[in-house]
């Protein structure tokens, strides 16, 4: 019963806009987290590797000032970005190291700063790289290390399965607190690379690992790039197989 109970509430919430006269002064962010495989390439969830059908989610924006006439915008966007928007919209200065952009600009028809290339991925397996028209899975290699980082107590009290911590420290840049870096060991869901061409294939249907070397390797300098600019610590290289110079 969740779907009729998600679009009653969104129903319900559009009705209180128009009686009360909110949509002028109102901005509305409609999005999910992660999209959902039910029956396709004979998989059932949302986990890795991830396919479009899990990372091409919806984005419905409304800003009074934009209305858009209801044209769709075609940019890449990411969740994170939601935050760097909430707080232009609020008047509040976006922080230096965030990775999150707002979403602003591209409401206005400004796409000077708009993503060239994104990331997405679940941690502990692999990690997703798009520019829009390529989209490039890399899966980890066997036996990579894996750790989480954290600022709170490394283990629970009441979760006896985690690994302790091999050390504390500043691991992670531009984090300013200290913290625990603490061994994984997770179940790797698949141990295959794909290529796929979205532009041509949008039911990413054709592996195109193999067959095409030169977009494989571009995009895999993507993803370091990326990682690069996201502060990864240095064993995520190691993991995926990629080199980090």
């Known amino acids: 019963h969740l779907l009729p109970t998600v679009w009653l509430s969104v129903r319900e919430l559009i009705r209180k806009l128009d009686e009360l006269s909110l949509w002028e002064d109102t901005v509305i962010l409609v999005t999910t987290d992660h999209g959902h495989d039910l029956g396709e390439r004979g998989a059932f969830g949302k986990q890795y590797p991830h396919y479009d059908s899990h990372a091409n989610i919806p984005l419905f924006v409304w800003h009074p000032g934009y209305p858009g006439d209801g044209r769709p915008v075609s ?7 939601l935050f760097a928007t909430i707080l232009e919209v609020a008047g509040v200065s976006v922080l230096n190291h965030t990775h999150s952009r707002s979403l602003l600009p591209l409401l206005r028809g400004d796409k000077a700063n708009a993503r060239e290339a ?5 941690f502990g397996q692999g990690v997703c790289v798009t520019d829009g028209e390529w989209s490039l899975l890399k899966s ?10 954290s600022s709170m107590i490394f283990k629970s009290l009441t979760v006896d399965s985690l690994a302790p911590a091999e050390g504390q420290g500043y691991f992670v840049p531009g984090v300013d607190l200290p913290q625990w870096r603490v061994p994984v060991d997770t179940e790797t869901l698949s141990w295959e690379n794909f290529l796929f061409h979205r532009a041509e294939d949008p039911g990413q249907k054709e592996n195109l690992w193999e067959k095409e070397p030169k977009e494989r390797s571009r995009m895999l300098g993507v993803i370091k790039d990326l990682l690069a600019q996201e502060s990864t610590p240095p064993e995520q290289y190691e993991r995926l197989g990629i080199d980090a110079k």
Request: no cysteine; charged share 20%.
């Open 75 to 81: 940019a890449l966007t990411s969740t994170v970005d």
């Open 118 to 122: 994104l990331l997405y991925g679940t």
């Open 140 to 149: 980890p290699e066997r036996e990579g290390p894996l750790y989480y980082y």
